[in-house]
């Protein structure tokens, strides 16, 4: 049975997880055994959920206790549900719950590079993409369309935060990732990965180039979204890859051109 709770006090500690800690905060480097992250909406909670994470605790509009969201509060055990209605849920996270519906879940620790890359023929790595937005919206392409996994730079944004998860429709929990070192170049060689870099160059090769296709094991490399990826990563990686465009377009949004890249570079047959 559900441990509803109906909230009364803004100030109960008991609800800093959803009112007043930062997700960086949630993050709890200094201790990453307490770590937390928030999934926002049912269908992205149910996905951690089969993911196997450990929801804490859960929020949610009083309307919403039904179909839906009642199923993934029945899913959770009896942990604390705090409600109320949405317009104080509203004023007590600072935005508005889609679908009315939140749940703080254990961070889990995360997997080493091996482990992530085990089988994997076609993976995403992305450097310094700060935008959650877009992080989702990557990881969201990356498991509709064949990517094996996503590996992240120090500088890229979390892809457990609230809006990153909910953007990716909860495919973060479903692609296998973990954020590398910056030798990473080296680590996917050595596990003989060719790396492709998405950059315009004198030298970028069309995303249509056969020899990218061949490739047994290839690693997609795309960069922020402001300056690209770094001279030093285009130099260091086996090709670099251009998306063919019409009417003087230059570029597209790095979430946009993954779609593109991972489409035409996927594993067929």
């Known amino acids: 049975m559900p441990n509803v709770v109906e909230i009364q006090e803004f100030e ?10 930062t997700e960086a905060q949630l ?30 605790s859960v929020l949610v509009e009083r309307s919403r206790m039904t179909g839906e969201s009642l199923e993934v509060i029945d899913r959770c055990g009896n942990i ?11 004023k007590l996270t600072g935005y508005q719950l889609t679908r009315g519906l939140l749940c703080a879940m254990r961070r889990p ?14 993976i995403a790595v992305l450097e310094e993409i700060m935008n959650p937005t877009n992080v ?19 500088g890229c944004s979390d892809p457990l935060y609230r809006r990153a998860a909910r ?4 495919t973060v929990f479903q692609v296998p990732w973990t954020f590398v070192e910056d030798c990473w170049q080296e680590q996917l060689s050595a596990l003989g990965f060719k790396t ?21 094991k290839l690693a997609i490399v795309l960069g922020s979204e402001g300056d690209g990826l770094a001279p030093a990563t285009i130099a260091c990686c086996d090709y ?26 996927r594993v067929r047959g």
């Open 12 to 21: 109960a500690p008991e609800l800093d997880i959803y009112a007043r800690l």
């Open 27 to 56: 993050l709890n480097r200094f201790d990453p055994k307490r770590a937390l992250f928030i999934a926002e909406s049912p269908k992205v909670i149910q996905r951690a959920l089969d993911a196997g994470y450990e929801p804490v």
């Open 80 to 90: 604390p549900v705090y409600t109320a209605q949405m317009d104080v849920l509203t």
């Open 109 to 122: 620790p995360l997997p080493e590079l091996q482990q992530v890359l085990s089988g994997a023929r076609r």
């Open 136 to 154: 989702g919206a990557i990881f969201r392409s990356a498991a509709a369309l064949g990517m094996d996994a996503v590996l992240l730079t120090g």
């Open 167 to 170: 953007v990716s429709m909860g």
């Open 196 to 216: 492709a870099a998405m950059a315009l160059t004198d030298q970028s090769v069309s995303v249509e180039d056969p020899s990218l296709q061949e490739a047994e």
């Open 240 to 265: 670099t890859v251009r998306i063919p465009m019409a009417h003087g377009v230059d570029s597209l949004n790095v979430a946009a051109a993954s779609a593109v890249a991972f489409w035409q570079l």
